[in-house]
């Protein structure tokens, strides 16, 4: 449950290719972040045009989280990714797909107990995975524009 003074903000995360930005949180109390995220512009370089939200540890050696991701900057679908990091070993599995043109909302969630709750686009999904006390939540993107709009930490 959140604070009665929790606030949504909005987030136009804006970069010229193979760049990001993010924006980020300390993890205090429950772990969930939701929204909604839309594509402004893909931009073509090294790196794929992706947004998404993710939870890490303050050692950065536990993570947990999802992208939106693109193929190419003429991508007509978003690969919607689950991914998990603990210590050198890295796993991700593909969801599904959205419409690029679509508005996404989602709800992602890590309980204490670490379990993983994902609601994406219609798509929803859960795991087994390890908690995270003490770190960061963070939405962010790369080589694209997107907005993250009604965030909530």
């Known amino acids: 449950m959140y ?6 903000i909005d987030f136009d995360c ?7 930005s993010s924006v ?19 931009r073509s370089g090294d790196n794929l ?25 003429h991508a007509k679908q978003f690969d919607i990714k689950l991914n ?18 679509e508005s996404v909302p989602f709800t992602f ?6 379990k993983v709750a994902i609601n994406i686009g219609g798509i929803t999904f859960g795991a087994d995975f390890i908690p995270i006390v003490d770190g960061k939540e963070m939405a962010y993107c790369s080589t694209a524009q997107f907005k993250f709009t009604k965030l909530l930490f």
Request: aromatic fraction near 4%; proline fraction near 5%.
């Open 24 to 42: 980020t949180q300390d993890i205090n109390g429950p772990i969930s972040v939701s929204g909604i995220i839309e594509l402004v512009e893909m």
């Open 14 to 20: 804006d970069v010229p290719k193979n760049h990001y």
């Open 84 to 101: 998990t990091k603990s210590g050198e070993s890295f796993k991700e599995i593909l969801l599904g797909q959205v419409d690029v043109k």
């Open 109 to 114: 969630s890590l309980s204490q107990a670490g």
């Open 49 to 73: 045009p992706l947004a998404g939200v993710r939870f890490v540890s303050a050692d950065g050696l536990i993570s947990t989280g999802f992208r939106l991701m693109a193929s190419s900057e």
């Open 3 to 8: 604070p009665a003074s929790a606030s949504t």
